[in-house]
């Protein structure tokens, strides 16, 4: 940590670990100035609220926040007025009125912009004397040129733009870079409470994330610096596309919400390659034809046999086996397009996979509000999946197409590994052609091909985000095998209600609204009520198979799993490729008919029974 120096010694920056102390500058024309082009706040800095020793070492300051990584960033303690804060703090407490808003990227209590705080009536503005002098003072041209020596940003504009945050128990935001428009310097005050100072297990972090190496805007999987909310401290950075990543850890405290002020300085014109920017990025529509990545269904167009029986039961509770079932999960998927089918795996396999994933997370430090860590897990087969902007979670070996991951995960499944477990049932059961003729059995469609992948989403770290390049130009059925502790009546209220995240949200894009900059809080929001919002959640439960025919212009996501859930959602995530349901009307009409015909059902379910019974005694 880079210590400023200043008349009482308590400025501070922690721009870089282990920066040499800044030297103290000799007179104050050393000061280099902002440009006056587009510095026009109309606000004077009034003696007191900014520490004018700390100012003076804008120099030293700019140098090291030249030099810091993973990118241009500084965060310095005790620049504003200890007492004046603490007023701040209590009027935003008490006078001010915060909106609870939740998407796939947030969970905040956040206030409109303070840039209004002028058109306020007498009364109101009464009641906030000390926020509107923090704010004037922000924007005032003695802190913009600050701001703009610090930084090296170059001319900024007049506006305002600032709001107030409040990350209470479980508030996060996940990685992005900030890249909306004219911003050109992104800031945060923090007003934690002062009498009870802020620790690393508290959460809520800013974390600042570097590139992959060799991959230009592309963030790594876990931050390399983090700087605790302090009070009364600032961090601010360049906004830079695909260069400025960070995110907001989870608070993990449940009497500590993290209070602070957080805005940006524009610009006149939007930064070089804005179109780099992880917003842009979201709202890209996948360049390749997917379909590729999918393999063939074998016989995919046949109805089930006695082969397909022998390895079914093997696997699958004999209960869905049963034609007198079919129908009425077709008729359920018909209608709603979703299905979700409890207790899909014979009982004794998914015990085992239950106990397997109990018992990693449990080795690893993960669930009932353990405080995580992102090397957690990261073994056996497992290995990040990224990048943060649009996801992270462990992916189990190389997949089945893998001859040598294939026979890992088998090893590894011999050993009674979650991951191994899991990867056995995607090889020999999700990926062969005999579950495609059951999923035919199950919603009447023809499966063509199949992708799909063994994830595991830990609490306190792994999500996915709903963005363009998952939709496709035609539908794609997703099915989707999850596990997850819900042993107890509390764990499994708490994935059922979706307190703890780990749901999969799918909603409907609004591509002509995406487009627009800033559109994203439209685009990824999320509504418990899907009448309303179009949003179909569909929660985690264990060994639960989830069937969800996506459409052309659905996009999905996995939501933030807390450091609060029983542990981590783990999954098999399969794509099918359905061929075109009208070519098969005629045919599902006829199954219906068959499926009511006595002797035809009598006979088939002897079939399964014969099998059940041959599989049973081989188990």
């Not at 477990?421 to 059961?429: D, T």
Request: glycine share 8%.
């Amino acid at each position: 940590m880079a210590s400023v120096p200043s008349a009482d010694a308590m400025a501070a920056v922690d721009a870089v670990a282990g920066e040499p102390p800044a030297k103290k500058l000799k007179s104050e024309a050393d000061v280099p100035k902002a440009p006056k082009a587009g510095v026009a706040g109309g606000y004077h800095l009034e003696a007191g609220i900014v520490s004018e020793a700390v100012m003076a070492t804008a120099p030293a300051l700019n140098q090291s926040y030249q030099s810091a990584e993973p990118y241009k960033h500084c965060a310095i303690r005790d620049l504003f007025n200890a007492d004046l804060l603490k007023q701040v703090r209590e009027e935003i407490i008490n006078n001010v009125n915060a909106t609870y808003k939740e998407t796939d990227l947030f969970k905040v209590f956040q206030t409109g912009d303070l840039g209004n705080l002028d058109s306020l009536d007498p009364e109101a503005a009464a009641k906030l004397p000390a926020l509107m002098k923090l704010k004037r003072a922000l924007y005032s041209d003695e802190f913009r040129t600050f701001v703009t020596a610090v930084t090296g940003c170059g001319d900024l504009s007049p506006r305002t733009d600032c709001s107030c945050n409040v990350y209470a128990y479980g508030g996060h935001l996940l990685c992005h870079d900030d890249v909306i428009a004219n911003r050109r310097v992104s800031y945060i005050i923090y007003l934690t409470d002062p009498d009870d100072p802020w620790v690393a297990a508290d959460g809520g972090a800013l974390e600042l994330y570097p590139l992959v190496e060799g991959q230009e805007h592309t963030p790594a999987p876990a931050p390399s610096l983090c700087h605790l909310p302090y009070f009364n401290s600032m961090a601010f950075f360049t906004v830079t596309p695909g260069v400025s990543f960070h995110s907001v850890q989870e608070v993990f405290s449940s009497d500590k919400p993290r209070l602070s002020i957080s805005g940006w300085y524009h610009a006149e014109r939007p930064p070089e390659q804005a179109d780099k920017a992880s917003l842009r990025q979201l709202q890209m529509r996948a360049g390749e034809d997917a379909a590729a990545r999918h393999q063939p269904v074998e016989g995919g167009s046949a109805s089930l046999s006695d082969d397909d029986l022998a390895l079914l039961v093997r696997f699958v509770n004999p209960v869905y086996l049963s034609e007198a079932s079919w129908p009425k999960i077709r008729e359920r998927f018909a209608a709603e397009g979703s299905v979700q089918l409890h207790n899909f795996l014979k009982k004794d396999l998914a015990e085992k996979i239950v106990a397997a994933c109990i018992s990693e997370d449990k080795a690893d430090g993960l669930g009932s509000k353990q405080l995580p860590t992102y090397s957690a897990g990261l073994r056996d087969g497992w290995e990040h999946v990224g990048p943060p902007h649009k996801q992270r979670y462990l992916k189990h070996g190389g997949g089945a197409a893998d001859a040598a991951a294939a026979a890992a995960a088998g090893a590894a499944a011999a050993a009674g590994s979650a991951g191994g477990l899991l990867s056995r049932v995607l090889r020999e059961l999700l990926a062969s052609g005999s579950f495609g003729r059951l999923l035919k059995a199950f919603t009447s469609i023809t499966m063509l091909g199949q992708t799909g992948e063994v994830r595991r989403f830990r609490p306190g770290l792994d999500y996915t985000v709903a963005h363009y390049g998952i939709l496709t130009t035609d539908p794609r059925l997703d099915v989707v095998l999850t596990f997850v502790d819900d042993a107890t009546d509390e764990a499994a209220s708490a994935w059922q209600a979706g307190e703890v995240g780990g749901f999969e949200a799918y909603l409907l894009a609004d591509e002509e609204e995406g487009k627009e900059a800033g559109g994203a809080a439209e685009v990824y929001r999320v509504n418990a009520d899907s009448e309303e919002s179009g949003v179909l959640n569909v929660n985690a439960a264990a060994n639960t198979l989830n069937l969800v025919l996506r459409d052309e212009g659905l996009m999905k996501f996995v939501k933030y799993v807390s450091f609060a859930a029983p542990g981590s959602r783990w999954d098999i995530a399969m794509e099918y490729l359905p061929e075109d349901d009208s070519d098969d009307e005629e045919e599902a009409e006829g199954q219906e008919e068959g499926s009511k015909g006595g002797e035809k059902e009598e006979e088939g379910e002897g079939k399964v029974r014969e099998a059940a019974e041959a599989a049973a005694a081989t188990d």
